[in-house]
């Protein structure tokens, strides 16, 4: 299966402060139609997890825009440019370019 | 707007049956394959269970840990996917989500196991 590895696995950040999240997979998640499976998730405290980021960069509809991704091949970033209050929580990367999906072990970002 | 209701999970007893449920909507239910992942109380998330669509025969997929115990089926004139959990373990304790291929997520299940 392919291993996605999360860094950092916490992240402390005062509002308004901009942040990154790495992504880095085990295997190239470029699928031989030429897209890229991998997908970034936000699990708020006592939710589900949501969809941020599909597709590497493409930004899930009503997500504000100052999430955004980045990557290729195995090495991906979840960016967001002036976190608020309301982003704390879970990040997930998750690739589904190879069978079966599997997830990276999260990132928890905190707010100062 | 896509929607993932999940239903049917409780507390039972190690080696006894459960059978959960989620019902979709906002989208073309019989194009999409679906899965079931699971989440353990403080931890990370799991694949549990894959179903493909009719085209490709609802081929199904399991991880090693739920393999054999687990079914997962889907009744597309209904738009519902369904997981029949057997011989349930005490490490089957999780909040159990239904999950779309394109990453929209239910509000998930709790299944505890314990005696």
């Known amino acids: 299966d392919v291993v996605l590895t999360q860094t950092p696995p916490t992240l402390s950040a005062t509002i308004g402060q901009s942040v990154s999240i790495s992504c880095r997979s085990s295997?190239?998640?470029?699928?031989?139609?030429?897209?890229?499976?991998l997908n970034w998730l936000l699990q708020r405290p006592g939710q589900p997890p949501q969809l941020l980021i599909y597709?590497?960069?493409r930004l899930e509809s009503g997500v504000p825009n100052r999430f955004s991704g980045s990557g290729s091949g195995t090495d991906f970033t979840l960016k967001i440019s002036g976190v608020e209050a309301e982003d704390l929580g879970v990040y997930y990367c998750v690739q589904s370019t190879h069978a079966p999906p599997t997830f990276g072990s999260g990132t928890k970002l905190e707010i100062k | 707007a896509v929607q993932l209701v999940e239903s049917g999970g409780g507390l039972v007893q190690p080696k006894e049956s459960l059978k959960i449920s989620c019902a979709a909507s906002?989208?073309?239910?019989?194009?999409?394959?679906m899965y079931w992942v699971r989440q353990a109380p403080g931890k990370g998330l799991e694949w549990v269970a894959r179903?493909?669509?009719?085209?490709?025969?609802?081929?199904?997929y399991y991880a090693d840990s739920v393999k054999g115990r687990f079914t997962i089926s889907r009744d597309d004139s209904k738009s519902m996917v369904y997981l029949q959990m057997d011989n349930l373990k005490t490490e089957d304790t999780a909040m159990y989500y239904c999950?779309?291929?394109?990453?929209?997520w239910g509000q998930g299940v709790m299944v505890t196991v314990s005696s």
């Open positions: 906002g989208f073309t239910f019989s194009n999409a394959a």
């Open positions: 179903i493909r669509t009719k085209p490709n025969n609802y081929a199904t």
């Open positions: 999950r779309s291929a394109t990453d929209y």
């Open positions: 597709l590497v960069s």
């Open positions: 295997q190239s998640l470029l699928h031989s139609n030429g897209n890229t499976y």
